[in-house]
Antibody, heavy 122, light 106 residues
Framework: EVQLVESGGGLVKPGGSLRLSCAAS????????MHWVRQAPGKGLEWVAS????????YYADSLKGRFTVSRDNAKNSLYLQMNSLRAADTAVYYC???????????????WGQGTMVTVSS | DIQMTQSPTTLSASVGDRVTITCRAT??????LAWYQQKPGKAPKLLIY???NLESGVPSRFTGSGSGTEFTLTISSLQPDDFASYYC????????FGQGTKVEIK
């Protein structure tokens, strides 16, 4: 079964940094674009960042204002999200997501990880 | 940016009811529209992609329709497992979710 497992979440102080990881298994990771989606407690889903299969196309939500960086290592079947200058408003569950179809960026979000919680608080 | 608006925000229904959720986009997304189901404490699950294509393993009581700016998700006969939140998402121009619709037990 295709699997995505996020890690790296936790409690961090405002202004701090955190790096999330997503380990992919049981599919050819290098064939698929990937996304990060977050969900604040009791709120809806918010797209965060996207990266194409070969990392040549990268996109971010405007609200992040350059604080987050998405990357991937196809040799390690891993996706990353470096989060800097964290704010209370960044408190959320962060999901790693794989697209479907031909693996291009503009596909629905077919496979979701279980999520990792990030709490920004002093 | 394309904004997605779902209605209603909350829906109270009984087992066996036919349920319809609407999603509207601020500009055409063609048929690049997906629907997701999410239960408390769980990751979202894809139900429908390209407006009307049923994801593998999803029961046939779920149907999606629409194109352009107006879309619907219909559950033909609500089952106990269907009480959850539902989100639409456009992937025509970047990626945007609707605010969600919670389907509650009446």
């Amino acid at each position: 079964e295709v699997q995505l497992v996020e890690s790296g979440g936790g409690l961090v102080k405002p202004g701090g940094s955190l790096r999330l990881s997503c380990a992919a298994s049981r599919f050819t990771f290098s064939d698929y674009s990937m996304h990060w989606v977050r969900q604040a407690p009791g709120k809806g889903l918010e797209w965060v960042a996207s990266i194409s299969s070969s990392s040549d196309h990268i996109y971010y939500a405007d609200s992040l204002k350059g604080r987050f960086t998405v990357s991937r290592d196809n040799a390690k079947n891993s996706l990353y999200l470096q989060m800097n200058s964290l704010r209370a408003a960044d408190t959320a569950v962060y999901y790693c997501v794989r697209v479907g179809g031909d693996g291009d960026l503009l596909n629905a979000f077919h496979i979701w990880g279980q999520g990792t919680m990030v709490t920004v608080s002093s | 940016d394309i904004q997605m608006t779902q209605s209603p925000t909350t829906l109270s229904a009984s087992v066996g009811d036919r349920v319809t959720i609407t999603c509207r986009a601020t500009q055409s997304v063609s048929r690049w529209l997906a629907w997701y189901q999410q239960k408390p404490g769980k990751a979202p699950k894809l139900l429908i992609y390209e407006a009307s294509n049923l994801e593998s393993g999803v029961p046939s009581r779920f149907t999606g329709s629409g194109s352009g700016t107006e879309f619907t998700l219909t559950i033909s006969s609500l089952q106990p497992d269907d009480f959850a939140s539902y989100y639409c998402q456009q992937y025509s121009n970047y990626w945007t979710f609707g605010q969600g619709t919670k389907v509650e037990i009446k």
